[in-house]
């Protein structure tokens, strides 16, 4: 926060602010056309298998690349904190900052959620998003973000003190640890930032600190996901519920989440480009 200022603004400041903005990592060289196969396909889902996330706790899901899949509100207003990994090397997962970098704060139909370095290559195209009517609101707010991180115990401690264990962060450990026999350490290492499913977020105005409203989500609202890899999913129904109070605690209503897988005869995506790692050699200067 730029609360304290200390140092003296300079005499030629005029000079040296009130540049124009250059968006940093201009996105129209991504590969988008395979979005108007993947629409057309959709059309044609036929459903394979669902999940159901208790409130307050988190599971994990397989979703063969080609397959698509869901998280869906069913019970009342909740949100989920997602973490993808590339099913066969969970050292591919998603990159929350990369992705915010390439697409802005919040993400919805036609972004790409993009993997950790050295692979950089889209995990998952987001096809369908019952929710982007809700666009960005006048504190500019939206839903879908990946500017938070996940709700953790280690945080909850550094404010208020207290241990608090159905964190998404542990609630997504802890499905690692049952689900996929890690121990806690091996598990607790590979979690990393989410994509906030539902969650109504935003930076304030005056101080930029990042705040979050109830979320509009409802009963039968979803966001699907294509899966260019197989992929291990892990969703927490996170303890904030609608995040409309708080968080890291007992205190909200919570409600659970479903996530369904749905295949599609492959005749649908013909034409669809792959998503292939990275093809930076390594190099880093070092081979000379
Ligand atoms: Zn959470």
């Known amino acids: 926060m730029k609360i304290n200022k200390f140092s003296k603004k300079p005499t030629n400041f005029k000079e040296r602010a009130g540049k124009k903005t250059i968006v940093c990592y201009p996105n129209d060289n991504l590969e988008n056309k395979n979005l108007d196969i993947l629409l057309k396909a959709r059309n044609h889902l036929k459903k394979k298998d669902e999940v159901i996330i208790p409130p307050r706790d988190a599971k994990t899901f397989n979703v063969k690349s080609g397959n698509f899949f869901r998280v869906e509100s069913v019970e009342g207003p909740q949100v989920g904190d997602l973490n993808l990994f590339q099913a066969n090397n969970f050292d591919e997962k998603f990159y929350s900052g990369k992705t915010r970098a390439l697409y802005g704060t919040h993400i919805s139909v036609g972004d790409k959620m993009y993997s950790s370095f050295p692979y950089l290559r889209s995990l998952a195209t987001i096809t369908w998003d019952t929710l982007d009517w809700y666009d960005y609101d006048e504190d500019g707010g939206s839903v879908h973000d990946v500017i938070g991180t996940r709700c953790d115990p280690y945080t909850s401690k550094l404010i208020s003190g207290n241990d608090y264990h159905y964190c998404c962060h542990s609630n997504l450990t802890r499905a690692l640890v049952h689900e996929k026999g890690m121990n806690i350490n091996e598990a607790e290492k590979i979690v990393h930032d989410v994509l906030n499913v539902f969650m109504l977020t935003g ?86």
């Open 203 to 288: 930076f304030t105005n005056d101080t930029k600190q990042y705040f979050m409203k109830a979320s509009p989500v409802r009963p039968g609202d979803y966001l699907e996901f294509f899966a260019e890899t197989d992929l291990l999913g892990v969703l927490s129904a996170c303890p904030g519920g609608d995040c409309g109070s708080e968080h890291s605690s007992d205190v909200a209503k919570c409600f659970p989440l479903k996530v369904s897988i749905w295949s599609v005869d492959r005749k649908y995506l013909d034409g669809l480009k792959t998503s292939n790692i990275s093809s930076y050699n390594r190099d880093h200067g070092l081979i000379k």
